[in-house]
């Protein structure tokens, strides 16, 4: 992982990999998966946590362009995922990626506000999905980090900007009660989010951060208020 954000070289190792191909993570658009190495969050149920410890990638930014160039007429959009992206430094990548014309989607913990608001004012993106991780009193709990308020100072931004976004959850629910779920969904919607609200179900791989276990909790999705249109991923 990249520590060192005030370096703007494209010659830092900070990608882990390339997804040369998706039509499933942006929505309505053909686009390869950046997945930048490093996390500021250890969130127990994290099955990405290869690319959370790495301290190095295996790809430089230029190489993603070079790769880049080659899809020019053939991807439209770029997304940038991780780990968290914005452990990095992405000004410079993100207006070389939009010098080649794609789009560029931000999946983020949303804990690097300064960063995000730089890129958005700049013009550097054109969607972001933005993790909310879980209410308030339990946030530190599931992401082992005291970010709360980063994140939602970013959450603000973007709906002051009205910005296309997507707010998203990742629910274990032997973490996440239907309580819980139901105060994520009364503030989305008391700060004035009306986009889909996506809730992603734990998958139950060996490899998460936690070493978590399918849930034992039964999760009764009819307790859930209808104040947002839920999609279930
Ligand atoms: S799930 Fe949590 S620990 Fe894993 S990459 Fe996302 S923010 Fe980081």
């Given at each position: 992982m990249s520590t060192n954000k005030?370096?703007?070289?494209?010659?830092?190792?900070?990608v882990y990999d390339i997804t040369k191909f998706t039509h499933l993570d942006y929505p309505d658009h053909l686009a390869c998966i950046v997945?930048?190495?490093g996390c500021n969050m250890r969130c127990d149920y994290c099955y990405n946590k290869d690319i959370v410890f790495a301290k190095e990638g295996s790809h430089t930014f230029v190489d993603v362009l070079e790769f880049l160039k080659s899809r020019v007429g053939l991807l439209e959009a770029v997304v940038l995922s991780?780990?968290?992206a914005t452990?990095?430094?992405l000004e410079e990548f993100c207006i070389a990626i939009k010098d080649l014309g794609f789009k560029i989607k931000l999946d983020t913990n949303g804990t690097d506000y300064k960063q995000i608001k730089k890129l958005i004012d700049l013009g550097l993106?054109?969607?972001v999905a933005l993790d909310y991780k879980a209410p308030k009193e339990k946030?530190?709990?599931i992401t082992h980090s005291n970010k709360y308020e980063e994140f939602s100072k970013t959450l603000d931004l973007l709906?002051?900007?009205d910005f296309d976004f997507e707010a998203r959850t990742t629910l274990h629910s032997d973490l996440l009660s239907e309580d819980d779920i139901n105060n994520i969904i009364q503030d989305l919607k008391r700060r004035?989010?009306?986009n889909n609200y996506y809730i992603q179900s734990f998958l139950d791989t060996e490899t998460n951060i936690a070493n978590l276990q399918a849930p034992t909790t039964t999760f009764d999705k009819s307790q859930l208020l209808d104040e947002l249109n839920i999609i279930w991923r």
């Open positions: 005030e370096s703007n070289s494209l010659n830092t190792r900070a997945w930048l190495s991780g780990g968290e452990m990095h430094d993106l054109d969607f946030f530190t709990q709906l002051d900007r004035g989010y009306k």
